[in-house]
């Protein structure tokens, strides 16, 4: 099993949504920042959001075991073999991730 580098692509905040249904003092997620890398095999990394990873973990898990050494998703969403883009659910404010397969070892007990 390897490692799958988690990169956060993009943090929305869908303000008219939020403004219907949402409390006043909702806003982005302040969780997660654009930019920020993670690293992971089956463990949610330190630091993550627990929901988020809720959310992608099927994908992790697939790619740290092989499952992206071709093309992800049935060859038709992704442009590159190993690399998924998945999200979490937050009807809000939902966090765009890009997901690739690494030849990084997980390390046991990590």
Same mark, same amino acid.
């Given at each position: 099993m390897n490692k799958v580098k988690i990169t956060v692509l993009k943090t929305l905040f869908l303000e008219d949504i939020a403004a219907e249904f949402g409390k006043p003092e909702l806003g982005p997620c302040q969780a997660m920042q654009e930019g920020q890398v993670f690293y992971a095999d089956v463990k949610c990394p330190a630091g993550f959001c627990h929901t988020a990873w809720? #959310? $992608?973990?099927?994908? @992790? !898990? /697939?790619? /740290?075991? &092989?499952? &992206?050494? =071709? !093309?992800?998703?049935?060859?038709?969403? *992704?442009? =590159?073999?190993? @690399? *998924? $883009? +998945? +999200? #979490?659910n937050d009807g809000f404010r939902p966090v765009i991730f890009k997901l690739e397969a690494t030849d990084i070892p997980s390390v046991k007990g990590e």
């Amino acid at each position: 099993m390897n490692k799958v580098k988690i990169t956060v692509l993009k943090t929305l905040f869908l303000e008219d949504i939020a403004a219907e249904f949402g409390k006043p003092e909702l806003g982005p997620c302040q969780a997660m920042q654009e930019g920020q890398v993670f690293y992971a095999d089956v463990k949610c990394p330190a630091g993550f959001c627990h929901t988020a990873w809720n #959310c $992608i973990y099927q994908y @992790v !898990f /697939a790619l /740290a075991n &092989g499952g &992206g050494k =071709e !093309f992800f998703f049935y060859n038709d969403w *992704a442009k =590159e073999p190993g @690399v *998924a $883009i +998945s +999200s #979490c659910n937050d009807g809000f404010r939902p966090v765009i991730f890009k997901l690739e397969a690494t030849d990084i070892p997980s390390v046991k007990g990590e």
